[in-house]
């Protein structure tokens, strides 16, 4: 959550946040119109475009250089695009390619997937193990967990009545949260046993549709954003575990009796009456536009973002202990001509110290128009198969430096 990137019908541009009051605009892009998709590795200098023009093709750039890696094409249109320091995923509306992204070879092709016509999946930011998560059914909302690094099906895990709208792990990849098409309860799984954590229930008075789901680097807090003008920011504790002894009041009675009546309750209705509230909120001034919300800290401190479809981020403060209502310190626009071409330069230096560690331009040896031999729609790609290592030549990309990566937090 250190930089931001979107797409436009003219083109794309990548932002830096490392502070709350300047916006640094680190490269803009007018080569490809109509990108809908734009995924940068962390804050390397590669980015993933897609774009309206041919939406079957993936193009990989390396953009400070401003070369291309490689591009390839697929049976479909590409709904959605995740990668992390070892894995790239594409998905389509019925399979998902998985790629080495250390040299761009396709690994191991999901066919068959229920029809995802969002393109819903996540993928974990943690090397380590990688996880892919995405709809197993598209009537009910069962995920299907998938082990990125092993190439083998973890589980299955039972998370809603009704189809996913939304799915996301936390840093470390050991939780992941989800939403259903209704909105109204978010529920926590640990990873990869898939046993539920937490339930936190949005609203109850209508359903959302849930546009951005996202952790903290922490895993303290979870911030859920819909097409309504309320974002949610909830807080993953178990109270019952620090909570102090109540004094002897009538409101310390009650709450025992309370508690005490949950246990001869039907387990549906219990279970809705332990459900945890908001631990935050921020109120938009708009209302039925798509947003991304995301939980950062900017010098130093716990910042909500939120971007939303007219091209703005809003940046509200979070008190962490308090929560409550979150407060508006900045408004960007995103659209604007941003920095003039003097200033470019100065993109190129390495963040503020409380942003992920700079970006490497290491030399390439590949002409800028390569496309990456050995990509085909055989060679047992198409049967799901993992494909054998003579089959590609050898890749171009030169990641191995870590920093191109952000530190890793275990």
């Known amino acids: 959550c250190s930089s931001l990137a979107i797409g436009t019908t003219t083109g794309y541009k990548l932002f830096s946040l ?3 009051e300047q916006l640094d605009q680190v490269h803009k892009s007018n080569e490809i119109p109509d990108v809908y998709i734009v995924e940068r590795l962390f804050s390397s200098s590669l980015v993933v475009v897609v774009s309206h023009a041919k939406p079957q093709q993936m193009n990989v750039y390396h953009f400070k250089k401003g070369t291309e890696i490689c591009n390839y094409s697929y049976s479909s249109n590409i709904l959605s695009i995740r990668l992390n320091r070892q894995r790239l995923v594409v998905c389509l509306e019925e399979s998902i390619y998985i790629h080495n992204i250390k040299d761009m ?6 066919l068959d997937t229920p029809p995802n016509t969002t393109g819903l999946c996540a993928l974990s930011i943690n090397h380590a193990n990688s996880y892919l998560a995405y709809p197993g059914s598209a009537t009910s909302g069962e995920i299907a967990l998938y082990d990125g690094n092993t190439l083998k099906t ?10 996913l709208a939304a799915l996301a792990f936390n840093s470390t990849g ?9 909105g109204t309860v978010i529920r926590v799984f640990s990873i990869p046993g898939g046993q539920k954590l937490y339930e936190f229930r949005r609203g109850m008075k209508r359903y959302v549709n849930i546009s951005s789901l996202v952790f903290s ?3 303290q807090f979870l911030c859920a954003s819909s097409n309504t003008e309320t974002v949610h920011i909830f807080k993953l504790e ?10 002897p009041t009538w409101s310390g009675y ?8 949950t246990n001869y309750l039907p387990a549906q209705v219990s279970g809705m009456m332990n459900q945890d509230r908001a631990f935050a909120t921020v109120r938009l001034n708009i209302s039925g536009q798509r947003n991304i919300c995301a939980l950062s800290t900017i010098q130093k401190l716990p910042r909500l973002l939120v971007t939303t479809s007219d091209g703005h981020l809003y940046i509200y403060n979070l008190d962490p202990q308090d929560g409550g209502e979150c407060v508006l310190i900045k408004k960007h626009s ?13 993109d190129l230096q390495p963040p503020l110290p409380q942003s992920y560690a700079a970006t490497v331009a290491r030399q390439s040896t590949v002409p800028s128009t390569s496309t990456m031999p050995g990509y085909s729609e055989d060679g047992g790609a198409l049967r799901g198969e993992v494909i054998p290592e003579h089959e590609f030549a050898t890749g171009p990309v030169c990641l191995d430096d870590e920093n191109e990566f952000p530190p890793v937090s275990i």
């Open 217 to 219: 680097m922490d895993s």
């Open 154 to 163: 973890a589980c299955a895990i039972p998370a809603h009545d009704g189809p």
């Open 18 to 20: 490392s502070s709350v």
């Open 254 to 261: 009650m709450g025992k009796m309370f508690q005490a009546a």
């Open 238 to 247: 178990h109270l019952t575990d620090s909570r102090p002894e109540e004094p």
């Open 174 to 182: 050991s939780k992941l949260a989800s939403a259903s098409e209704k």
């Open 105 to 110: 070879k396709l690994l191991k092709t999901i």
């Open 334 to 346: 995103l659209l604007g001509s941003g920095k003039t071409e003097e200033n470019k330069e100065n």
